[in-house]
């Protein structure tokens, strides 16, 4: 069974950066398409950004322009790299596959705190 550890988060001002990880053991990253989620207090998590095991990459209209999923195959982790943040990026970070029928147990998710 795959297990996933997100790390990275943290408090930054407006318009910083911030690097996600997602450590997966039990599996290879490299076979399977990733996802990061987002869920902020009092909302439902929502997908941000994709990347399939082939490369492609998609994103949610919000983080468009802004953050880049990645992959590393070597390192059987996945990465989203988070440029000119908002406060509106604040949320609780997780990541998973794409697919609701595929998902692996959740992590702990990674928190990221935008605040001037």
């Known amino acids: 069974q795959v297990q ?3 790390s990275g988060g943290g408090v930054v001002q407006p318009g910083g950066s911030l690097r996600l990880s997602c450590a997966a053991s039990g599996g290879s990253v490299s076979i399977y398409a990733w996802a990061w989620y987002r869920q902020a207090p009092g909302t439902e998590r929502e997908l ?3 990347i399939t ?3 492609a990459t998609d994103y949610a209209d919000p983080v468009k ?3 880049t999923i990645s992959g590393d195959n070597a390192k059987n982790t996945v990465y989203l790299q988070m440029d000119s943040l908002k406060p509106e990026d604040t949320a609780v970070y997780y990541c998973n596959t794409p697919l609701q029928s595929s ?3 959740w992590g702990q998710g ?3 705190t935008v605040s001037p």
């Open 48 to 50: 941000v950004a994709t």
């Open 4 to 6: 996933l550890v997100e």
């Open 65 to 67: 322009g802004r953050f």
């Open 103 to 105: 998902w692996f147990p």
């Open 53 to 55: 095991s082939g490369g």
């Open 110 to 112: 990674t928190q990221v």
